[in-house]
Every structure is written in structure tokens, then in C-alpha cells.
């Protein structure tokens, strides 16, 4: 294994080939963005999601989730970063701990700033898409709650 396949390191690439330890793991999946005609279900919790973000130069970065979907979702951050810069993101949801690798796009404010997913471990993705099944049900239940109490 070359040393730029550990994935202990801040920015490894992915194994070439799958060890026998990369197995216990889990296995990686890359998430490519297709021109499917539905878009990923997105969602804001209800709670402040405190994010970091790690630079390629080894920076930590603070940052708070504001929207998320299973291929991205927006960053507030105090200044944003490069469009294009590649880091590694890392947040607590309902449903665990979730990392991935980001790329960070075009901010759309001075402080907010969206990413898409690159790729994510497949048990963070199914803790990322339980935390957005139980985050969105939960806005439905409300909204449901809204409609039947409002005074017309």
C-alpha cells in the first residue's frame, strides 16, 4: 500500500484495492452527482448542528449546519473558504456522528457557503440519511400540528 492510501491520513485517497482492514471498516461509497430529475430530500434540524471542517493543510474550521441532503447541504461559516477546496467535514446528528469528504462551492453569502459530498462511508451515509428521515418526519408532524390548531 502506497503511503497516500492510509486513510488515516488528512487527505488520503481511497485504497486502490480493499484491505483486509478496509473491509472492517466498511466499505466507501462515492457519491456522484447525476442529472436524475429528483432532488435529494433536504432538511434543517430543529437544533444548531455544529460541524468541523478539516483544510487540507490540517486547519480546523468551525462551522454550523444549516441544510443538509444526502449529496450536500450549507455551511454558515465566519469567512468562507475557496470554491473548490477539498476538506473533511464532520457533524453530530440524531443518529450519530457523520464524516465525509466535501468539496466546498461558490459561497452564496458572506458567511454561508454550500458543499457537496464526495464521498461518505457507508455506515455514515445511513446515519446521515436516518437523522433526514427522522429530521423531516418530525417537520411534518408539526406542520400537521400547525394546520390542525390554526384559528381561521
Given amino acids: 500500500m502506497r503511503s497516500t ?3 488515516d491520513e488528512p487527505f488520503a485517497n481511497p485504497p486502490s484495492r480493499l484491505s483486509e482492514s478496509h473491509t472492517q471498516l466498511g466499505v466507501m461509497t462515492h457519491l ?3 442529472s436524475a430529475p429528483l432532488r435529494a430530500p433536504r432538511t434543517c434540524f430543529a437544533e444548531t448542528t455544529p460541524a468541523v471542517v478539516r483544510l487540507r493543510d490540517g486547519r480546523c ?3 454550523k449546519v444549516q441544510v443538509l441532503s444526502l449529496t450536500g447541504g450549507l455551511l454558515c461559516l465566519s469567512k468562507p473558504l475557496d470554491p473548490g477546496s477539498l476538506v473533511k467535514l464532520m457533524f453530530l446528528t440524531s443518529s450519530g456522528s457523520v464524516l465525509g469528504a466535501a468539496e466546498m462551492l ?3 453569502s458572506w458567511n454561508v457557503q454550500p458543499f457537496k459530498f464526495l464521498r461518505l462511508y457507508d ?6 440519511q436516518a437523522a433526514i428521515k427522522l429530521s423531516l418526519d418530525h ?3 408539526d ?3 400547525m394546520e390542525k390548531y390554526r384559528a381561521w
Fill in 32 to 34: 456522484l452527482q447525476t
Fill in 139 to 141: 417537520n411534518r408532524l
Fill in 5 to 7: 492510501d492510509n486513510l
Fill in 61 to 63: 474550521i468551525t462551522a
Fill in 106 to 108: 461558490s459561497p452564496v
Fill in 143 to 145: 406542520q400537521g400540528l
Fill in 123 to 128: 455506515a455514515d451515509r445511513r446515519r446521515l
